[in-house]
Structure formats: structure tokens, C-alpha cells
């Protein structure tokens, strides 16, 4: 494959196979919170150690990961307090992240925040080898925190409360997620960008949850996912010339878009084939077969049942199980007691 000739689409191959397992795997534990929009908070908060590390003219990497974990610290602090709501603090996130980036972009030279928009939209062509480096640290790092602490970061972000009565420190594991939710934000900016790494993240696991039976099943699922579209995304942009991120969002989005329209599909299905046999059995309540406790009669090339006195024919139509009758069946009577002295 010519794709595999030139060193920066093999260097983007790695970061966005890092990337796709990475961000559904941690994005699970948001949709299973509800807190989907997590990703997107902090990733405004890194935009603000993006400009640190422009302004600086140091690793503006480096000083997203420090951003992003101290707004994943102080968020989960606001949130324990119990005075302002989840969704307030993210506004803050929000506005107060855009805003820092904004204004200390502005002190940059003007050579210097030319590269801003790979940061806000990705560039995973751009990766160097040190970008790897960290990024493959980033990735051992979350993969295994998730291993170890998988069943109790599930625990808490089911409920908090019953995680609480049971024992486990709900304060420190939501902050360990935290953590990852902005280690991975800044493992995927390169890739997807600050401003879509979100969608990464969610979509993904939105799909698993729509078909896996368990959440051990949905987060694997969800991982294969996000590896399949984030390599998918980053082959079609080299071909099509469009930005990496962008047309990696888009694939995740499409396939949720069919795999929610193939599970509405079922359950219509599902509604109707449970409709139509209620129907059929309101009709005909009795549904006859093998053990019934009608006896079996044959009749040509069927077997119909003695159904007091009446001949039923079950047969499968459109409609699910319908009985045809097929006359009557005369019951034999039973012989006569001998007469005394006979």
C-alpha cells in the first residue's frame, strides 16, 4: 500500500490506532454517567496550556496534559461540594478555557498561534516521533488504569451513591476518571482535535450500548469501534485530502445513524410480530403442537388436533399462527356396561 511508504501517514496510522482504542474506553464510563460533554470541557482547558506552551515557546503538549488534569481535579472538587452542578461547572470549563486560550493567545507573536488550528481541529500529519512517544505512554498509562480499576470506576459512574454505601472512595475514583478524560483529550487533539475529540469519545460508545447485552461487552465493542473509524477516518482523509478529523467524526456518526436506525428497525418489527400474536392468540388462546393435550390426528400431508370435537390445522401465515378447522371429528362412545345376567 502506497499509504504505507511515506513516514508521517505510518506515524499517523499509530497515533490514531492510540487514539480509537483509547477514547472509547474511557468515553464509556461518561455516557454511563452522563456526562458526555466532559470531553469537551476539558478540552477547552487544554486549549488554555496549548497557548502556555506557545507562549512559552515550550511543548504546548506537555502543557495541555498539565492543564487538562488540573481542570479534571477541580472540577470533580466543585462537583463534591455539592453547590454547583455538574453541568454548571462544565460551563465554566467551557467559557473559562476558551476565554484563558484566547487571551494568552493573543500575547503569542504572530508566527507562533499559527498552528493553533491543529490543535483545535487536528493534524495527525504533523505527529512527530516525540508525539508518538507521549502519546504511547498516555496509552499504556489509561489502558491499564482502566484494567485495574474498571469494575469500581463502572461502580461509581452507575451510582454514585450506592458506590458510597458500599465503601469505595467515590471522590478519588471520579477524579481518577477525570484524569483520564483529559489524558485522553490530549492524546486525541493531534488526531481529532480539541474541538471534536468529544465525539470520539461518545459516539463510539453510544453505538456499543445500543447492541452489547453487558457493559463489559459494550466497552470492547466500543473499542473496536473507535479503532475501526479512527483508522478508516485517517486512510480516507490521505486518499480524499479532507482533514483527518473531521472525516473520522463523521464515519463514527454515520455508522450510529445506521445502527440506531437497524435496532429501531427490531423493535418495530418486534412490536408488530408481538401485536399480531396477540391477536391471533385473543382468537384462539390455545396454541396447539407436540404435548398440547389434544390428540393428534392425521390428515393428508398434516396433522390436524381433536380440539373438542373440532379438527384444528395450525399453520404459520404472514400474520404469525393461524388454525384452520377442518370439520369435525366424532368422538367415539363409550361401549356399554354388560346387562346383569348377560
Do not use: K, W
Not at 507562533?112 to 505512554?137: C, R
Amino acid at each position: 500500500m502506497d499509504i504505507l511508504e511515506y513516514g508521517f501517514m505510518q506515524r499517523a496510522l499509530l497515533a490514531s490506532l492510540m487514539v480509537g482504542l483509547v477514547a472509547p474506553a474511557v468515553g464509556i464510563f461518561l455516557v454511563q454517567r452522563r456526562l458526555s460533554l466532559l470531553g469537551d470541557g476539558l478540552g477547552h482547558v487544554a486549549l488554555t496550556g496549548v497557548a502556555v506552551g506557545v507562549l512559552t515557546s515550550t511543548a504546548p503538549v506537555a502543557a495541555a496534559l498539565v492543564a487538562a488534569v488540573l481542570g479534571a481535579v477541580l472540577i470533580e472538587l466543585v462537583r463534591s461540594r455539592g453547590r454547583t452542578s455538574g453541568d454548571v461547572a462544565l460551563a465554566v470549563l467551557f467559557y473559562g478555557g476558551i476565554a484563558g486560550g484566547v487571551v494568552l493567545l493573543s500575547l503569542a507573536p504572530r508566527g507562533q498561534a499559527t498552528n493553533l488550528e491543529s490543535y483545535l481541529f487536528g493534524a495527525i500529519t504533523t505527529t512527530d516521533p516525540g508525539d508518538l512517544a507521549v502519546f504511547a505512554v498516555i496509552t499504556v498509562t489509561v489502558l491499564g488504569v482502566v484494567g485495574l480499576l474498571g469494575q469500581r470506576l463502572y461502580a461509581v459512574s452507575d451510582d454514585e451513591e450506592y458506590a458510597r454505601a458500599v465503601g469505595l472512595p467515590v471522590l478519588a475514583l471520579n477524579m481518577v476518571l477525570a484524569t483520564l478524560v483529559a489524558a485522553t483529550v490530549v492524546l486525541s487533539m493531534r488526531v481529532v482535535g480539541l474541538l471534536l475529540i468529544s465525539a470520539l469519545m461518545i459516539v463510539p460508545s453510544a453505538v456499543a450500548q445500543l447492541v452489547a447485552r453487558s457493559f463489559r461487552q459494550a466497552l470492547y465493542l466500543a473499542c473496536a469501534i473507535g479503532l475501526t473509524v479512527s483508522v478508516s477516518g485517517t486512510t480516507a482523509s490521505y486518499y480524499t485530502g479532507t482533514p483527518s478529523g473531521g472525516t473520522i467524526v463523521l464515519l463514527a456518526i454515520m455508522l450510529f445513524l445506521l445502527v440506531s436506525g437497524g435496532v429501531a428497525l427490531r423493535e418495530v418489527t418486534a412490536r408488530r410480530r408481538h401485536r399480531r400474536r396477540s391477536e391471533v392468540h385473543a382468537a384462539h388462546p390455545h396454541e396447539h403442537g407436540r404435548g398440547c393435550g389434544h390428540p393428534p390426528v392425521p390428515h393428508g400431508d398434516h396433522v390436524d388436533y381433536d380440539h373438542d370435537g373440532h379438527l384444528h390445522a395450525p399453520h404459520l401465515t404472514g400474520a404469525g399462527v393461524h388454525y384452520d378447522e377442518h370439520g369435525t371429528h366424532a368422538v367415539p362412545a363409550a361401549p356399554s356396561p354388560p346387562r346383569g345376567g348377560q
